[in-house]
């Protein structure tokens, strides 16, 4: 029998808090035991045994960083373990893995196109696995991994699980690291000491000595302090020194020498009768520490979220952040006189917090949402993650999100569905949906629910991620990030045999916000099967177009060489009706060939167009300008030009859309000189491009026909022409994605527009 959601919730709460459990079960063995093996061992047999698969192991970077070694694991053949080793190249799985801060997930090692799965895995027939570099990838340690021979959709719950059991081999290893530098350290730095007399010469330096601050080994027995040391003299230590001799006391002090020595050092200085005798160590990488400590506070007193850290007896605060005083309105010492229960509404007494204190030693982290009260009186909503930490002494440690602002989401999201609920049930042919910024369905309705194996049911409260295949939630996952960031997206995507296209867009609040997203969806499998059959009877008409053109141009050259024939050899014997005809038949067959060759042209625009590429309009532009130069002169026209943008297109075909344009806008100007803007504007994804004349104007009852073959608006006495160059440049636009029309009127000048998409991005 199925089992209930609220089954499968319940069963996914026990594996994540398992999870939880083993990385505290580990994070405490790496507090308390020495053994580094022992703790990689047991962490590869937890990972294997929580996420039921059959291998997992710890392999370690070598020092040349070309291979790494199976140091620890489970499951693997009798001998390779402490033996075997993999390579770490760009095409392993180790190499990527080393290059990646996020756990790397395999679906199917045998279809894996990111890189070869090594021979390890490969003899071991794994399919399906996880892996995480231990370390950064800036200071890389090695790859914890585990695999399995059956195909499993490991979640990206299992993928975190491995990296925080990655983090604590991490640390493990790093603190063992710091130990040992640290034990060098003591061991070298150990009774340096010098003697100076009352002239503040060296008497006497110790091995120790020489080795810290003597780096030229130099002779400097004898030799004056401040000579030797100068830099000395604008930091403590002359004036330290000068006190203790002088004033004959115990100085001791921490001071920094700068380069070459560049180190920090801790300095007792013993005045004597015939001197000062000094003992000092070097003590820069505790500094770097407490340095690096200092960070970390500052880090987290400017974090977003409020940390608390309890007494779990009494609930005392033991140490707070600065944002838990600034969001709590509280300064630090105010705040640590405080408990818990003087901030958190839920916990009315001592007896209440004792229950949630054995609640989240139980299960060592909770999740709960509570009411946080401040100074002033005033409350705001909570979430807050507990965790129980057993040191030598147990501490409760609290991270508190402020959660106003999601509340509000959530109420607007609430709010928006009752808005979209009755428009969206009666949506024909699609889908209609909402989804919050987690990316979670909060409504979901439509009439082609029925064309698909899923019901709004099944999707709310549901991730993307969860609902639909991969090809699809991938698709749909970056569109919905995309609208969250308030751009609107389109995606065209295939599910069960069915074409679709889903409009996602942003939805704001009244202040202009984005707190979620609405998706349509249209079921568009008819339209694309029309649009298929369309562009095949496309083709097959410019092919015959092509066809007809170029057959009619052999009979037309024959027709315009005994024409010239004619005129050459009977010119004197025609009278002025013979001539006047056969200068009508020559030009008549001139216009024929025009019109031969402007069908080619058409029947080309698509078979015969170069590939897109990004292209500066302005360069075009300024190419026909230079070609129609002549003609400019001639009409004395006037042509101002705005900044045009890059498009994605063929170069040569809009060079031959403007100076279609451009040339119409000059022969067509009427009695005036030619006045002409060219201008563009971004409307929305698109640039449209116009280009404005005053000449004579087109009727609104012609407007249409002017971009169809051969359609002329004036007989061949008034203006030249074929009638094509709309048409191709139309067919040209059409090709690019794009739209063109006109505006005009009788003696009102005409505007032509038209629409291209913008230049790709160089990584698009």
């Known amino acids: 029998m199925p089992t209930s959601p609220h089954a499968d919730a319940d069963a996914e709460t026990h594996i994540r808090i398992r999870q939880q459990e083993i990385v505290a079960e580990l994070g405490q063995q790496a507090l308390e035991t020495d053994d580094l093996d022992q703790l990689m061992q ?20 070598l020092p040349d960083g070309d291979e790494v070694f199976l140091r620890q694991g489970i499951g693997w053949r009798e001998g390779l373990v402490g033996n075997a080793t993999v390579p770490t190249d760009l095409d392993s799985q180790a190499g990527y893995t080393l290059l990646s801060e996020q756990p790397i997930i395999v679906d199917d090692l045998r279809t894996e196109e990111r890189f070869s799965g090594p021979d390890l895995l490969i003899n071991h027939d794994v399919v ?217 509404r839920r916990f009315t007494d001592i007896e209440d917090w004792q229950s949630h204190v054995e609640d989240v030693k139980n299960e060592d982290a909770v999740t709960i949402e509570g009411v946080h009260e401040r100074k002033s009186g005033t409350t705001y909503p909570a979430e807050v993650n507990v965790t129980y930490v057993e040191l030598e002494q147990d501490y409760m440690v609290a991270v508190c999100r402020d959660i106003t602002e999601r509340r509000k989401r959530e109420r607007r999201l609430r709010e928006s569905e009752q808005q979209y609920r009755t428009l969206a049930e009666n949506f024909p042919n699609g889908i209609v949906t909402l989804f919050d910024d987690d990316l979670r369905y909060k409504l979901a309705t439509g009439q082609a629910f029925d064309k698909l194996p899923v019901s709004p049911t099944d999707i709310e409260g549901e991730s993307v991620q969860d609902v639909w295949p991969d090809h699809v939630s991938g698709s749909l996952e970056s569109a919905f990030q995309a609208a969250l960031n308030g751009e609107p997206q389109e995606v065209e995507l295939e599910y069960i045999e069915r074409e679709w296209v889903v409009h996602v867009v942003p939805i704001n609040d009244a202040d202009g916000d984005v707190f979620g997203g609405m998706t349509i969806a249209q079921d568009i499998t008819e339209r694309k099967e029309h649009q298929h059959k369309l562009e095949e009877s496309n083709e097959r008409l410019e092919q015959f177009a092509y066809a007809a053109s170029h057959d009619l141009q052999e009979p037309l050259r024959m027709v315009s060489s005994y024409l010239q024939l004619l005129e050459e050899r009977y010119d004197d014997a025609l009278d002025e009706d013979g001539e006047e005809f056969l200068e009508f038949a020559v030009d008549g067959a001139e216009r024929m060939r025009e019109m031969i060759d402007g069908l080619l042209k058409y029947s080309r625009v698509d078979t015969q167009g170069d590939p897109f590429e990004p292209v500066d309009l302005n360069t075009v532009l300024e190419g026909v300008l230079e070609d129609l130069r002549l003609q400019i002169e001639e009409a004395n026209a006037e042509i101002t030009i705005d900044e045009l943008p890059h498009v994605e297109g063929d170069e040569s075909q809009l060079r031959q859309v403007f100076q279609n344009h451009l040339n119409n806008a000059i022969t067509y100007s009427g009695d005036e000189p030619p006045q002409i803007d060219v201008e563009a504007d971004r409307r929305g994804q698109k640039w449209m491009i116009s280009v404005h004349d005053e000449g004579i104007g087109i009727d609104s009852d012609d407007q249409d026909r002017i971009f169809e073959v051969f359609q002329r608006l004036h007989n061949h006495e008034e203006y030249s022409g074929t009638g094509i160059g709309l048409a191709i440049c139309q067919r040209i636009i059409e090709r690019h994605g794009g739209e063109i029309w006109v505006e005009s009127g009788p003696d009102e000048g005409t505007t032509f527009s038209f629409t291209l998409p913008p230049a790709k991005a160089p990584d698009e």
Not at 42 to 61: F, I, M, P, R, S
């Open 128 to 344: 399906s696995g996880i892996s995480v570099i231990i370390g950064s990838v800036k200071d890389p340690w090695g790859v914890l991994g585990t695999h399995t021979t059956e195909k499993k959709n490991f979640t990206q719950y299992d993928a975190n699980f491995v990296k925080s059991v990655a983090n604590v081999l991490a640390t493990a290893i790093e603190n063992r690291q710091t130990q040992r530098k640290l034990e060098e350290i003591y061991g070298r730095i150990s009774d340096a000491f010098f003697a100076l007399d009352e002239d503040w010469n060296f008497t006497y330096l110790n091995d120790r000595a020489h080795d810290l601050i003597n780096l030229k080994n130099q002779e400097l027995v004898g030799k004056n302090i401040w000579e030797a040391f100068s830099a000395a003299l604008n930091r403590s230590f002359k004036p330290k020194y000068e006190q203790a001799m002088y004033q004959q006391e115990t100085v001791s002090f921490e001071e920094y020498y700068p380069e070459p020595l560049g180190s920090w050092f801790e300095v007792r200085a013993y005045p004597s009768e015939t001197g000062l005798s000094v003992y000092f160590r070097d003590i820069t990488e505790r500094k770097e520490r407490e340095q690096e400590l200092e960070l970390f506070r500052t880090l987290l007193d400017n974090t977003t979220d409020s940390v608390l850290v309890m007494n779990p007896q009494t609930g005392q605060f033991l140490d707070v952040n600065e944002t838990a005083c600034r969001r709590l309105g509280y300064d630090r010492n105010e705040l640590l006189e405080l408990a818990a229960p003087d901030i958190e």
């Open 42 to 61: 047991d962490a590869a047999v937890a990972v294997a045994e929580t996420l039921d698969n059959e291998y997992a192991k710890v392999l370690e970077l």
